[in-house]
């Protein structure tokens, strides 16, 4: 019983981080139309710029600040690099967001070498109920709900959230109320680097990260992303805290090296179910 | 004439595979005056609306709005210096009240900054306040009160039209540009509707109306312009257009 719970608790914090890369896939989505393969990049760049901060002696905090300030700015970037220029198509946007992904291997191993790395996290674990839970995945947990909370306000009750939800709506009339729709873009792409590099600076501590990372975390994250269609944030979690928990119980109970096919698995057989109930709703309404 | 026309469409032309939809077309809307482009199916009246919010380029030809070059500029810009569309589709935002849709309306003119938005800063928080009252008015002079806190894309059609003018209000407009208005709403509705423009119109806005439907222009419009085939075919107060031969041709050719 002690193993299952901390088994689901383990589980519980790889499905956030899971979440916040899933969170930035919508995000980008809904405002853009763009499915953004260089998500998983984003938690890379904040990862290791974490281990490197830390390795140069400046404090934890801050640290972990700029490393998700510096995956933002990767963010922009990739935005400005896949819908800077107008009139560039979702799927055209689509590929160049691939590109960026894999020249920023290319970048990543010049600059922090092909070897995985960590960082220090919290230290330390809470027995509860007979079962030891690391204080990195309680942080984990809480920092997830938070950024989730943050992120309901920020969409729910400021003007800069509706228009972003305007340009996700209704492009079209977005512009014609006067919104630029190419900035609300980039914005969102930025958002989706935050989010990212929220998700890379916490799971560094418990998984070593390297370049090439960015795989198992874009796989996992688009996962639970396509369970909410790509456009609901809050289904999208709910997939991702599923994803997690099944992934750490296969491993628990003797499954360790088969995560990723758990998550691929997964991924097709929702991509195929939704994929049926689309064409079907399209039918209808045509 | 030039120094007062709110808008002024000269020259303009654009084609599709080779084809003129739009050909050579000007016309100028004076301010605080009721303007209508009418003219039978494939005349042209879409594309030209398109040209002048900015959703088409031009091929050629220029289009100036209150001094200012706008042909060149794209179709949020052009908003924000007061051109104000409502759209024959269906053109709301989902996820959102039907309040908080005409807010948005007002994101043209406001200048609340990312950070003071971020934050919810005390200014902002006043600006919102005063947005939403605002948007309140906008839908109180469309009818739609009642419906404020109800999501925007439940309303049947013709009251997401009439939110989509309650929308472009509360950007306050300089100029209101309409695309086929009364098309798919029933009797009462297009009543309501034809004594809201009347009613603009006292108050002094400029409006331009892209109409098929010429007994409804002809009661609200100041001035009317006829498109056929792309081209300007009669431009002149209602009662003249409506006995010029050409005209009648037009509309007697497509009926037959």
């Known amino acids: ?41 984003f938690a890379v760049v904040a990862g290791l710029c974490t281990s490197s901060l830390l390795g140069l002696g400046f404090p934890h905090g801050l640290s972990e ?8 700015v990767a963010g922009l970037l990739t935005g ?30 010049v600059l922090w070498g092909d070897q995985p790395r960590s960082a220090p996290g919290l230290a330390g674990s ?74 890379g600076v916490l799971v560094t501590p418990l998984r070593p990260i390297s370049f090439d990372t960015d795989v198992t975390l874009i796989v996992n994250g688009f996962a639970a992303a396509v369970f909410g269609a790509l456009t609901r944030p809050v289904i999208a979690l709910f997939g991702a805290l599923l994803l997690g928990v099944a992934e750490t119980m296969a491993a628990g109970y003797g499954y360790g090296s088969h995560q990723l096919e758990v998550a691929l698995g997964l991924m097709i057989i929702v991509m195929i179910v939704q994929a049926g109930r689309r064409s079907a709703i399209s039918e209808e309404t045509v | 004439m030039p120094e007062e026309s709110a808008l002024s469409v000269s020259g303009v032309s654009r084609s599709f595979g080779g084809v003129y939809a739009v050909r050579d077309v000007s016309l100028s809307v004076a301010d605080g005056e009721v303007c209508a482009v009418i003219g039978p199916n494939g005349a042209g009246k879409s594309t030209l609306f398109n040209l002048i919010t900015g959703h088409l380029a031009a091929e050629h030809g220029q289009i100036t709005f209150h001094g ?28 959102m009240t039907v309040r908080e849709n005409v ?11 990312f950070v003071s938005a971020a934050l919810r800063l005390p200014r902002h928080r006043r600006d919102e306040r005063e ?85 409804f222009v002809t009661r609200l419009a100041d001035r009317i312009v006829v498109l056929d085939l792309g081209q300007v075919i009669a431009d002149g107060p209602p009662a003249e257009v409506r006995a010029d031969p050409l005209v009648l041709a037009a509309y007697l050719g497509q009926a037959s």
């Open chain 2, 68 to 95: 200012h070059r706008v042909d060149r500029l794209a179709p949020h810009r052009r908003a924000r210096l007061g051109m104000s569309i409502v759209f024959q589709a269906a053109r709301v935002f989902g996820g």
């Open chain 1, 1 to 41: 019983m002690s193993a299952f719970l901390s088994y689901l608790l383990n589980g519980l914090a790889v499905g956030c981080a899971i979440a916040l890369i899933a969170s930035g896939l919508v995000t980008i989505h809904r405002v853009t139309g763009v499915v953004n393969f260089a998500q998983g990049t």
């Open chain 2, 131 to 215: 947005i939403a009252a605002e948007a309140d008015v906008a839908l109180e002079r469309v009818g739609l009160a009642e419906w404020a806190d109800r999501p925007a894309d439940r309303l049947p059609i013709g009251q997401q039209r009439a939110l989509q003018l309650a929308r472009a209000l509360c950007a306050r407009p300089r100029l209101l540009l309409l695309d086929e208005p009364a098309s798919g709403l029933r009797g009462e509705e297009r009543e309501r509707l034809a004594s809201l423009v009347e009613e603009l119109r006292a108050g002094g806005l400029t409006i331009l109306l892209i109409e098929h439907d010429v007994a």
């Open chain 2, 103 to 113: 807010m948005v309306g007002s994101h043209g003119r406001t200048r609340a900054g």
């Open chain 1, 80 to 109: 400005l690099a896949a819908i800077g220029k107008r009139g560039t198509t979702p799927l055209a946007s689509l590929i160049v967001t691939l590109g960026v992904g894999v020249l920023a291997y290319a970048v990543e191993i």
């Open chain 1, 126 to 199: 809470v027995t509860v109920a007979g079962a030891h839970i690391q204080t990195q995945h309680l942080l984990v947990i809480g920092v997830t709900a938070a950024t989730f909370v943050l992120l309901a306000l920020f969409f729910g009750r400021t003007y800069l959230g509706k228009a972003l939800t305007a340009c996700a709506s209704n492009p079209y009339a977005a512009r014609v109320v006067g919104i630029d729709v190419r900035r609300m873009g980039l914005l969102a792409f930025a958002l989706g680097g935050l989010l990212g590099g929220i998700a």
């Open chain 1, 65 to 72: 600040l700029a490393a998700v300030l510096a995956a933002a």
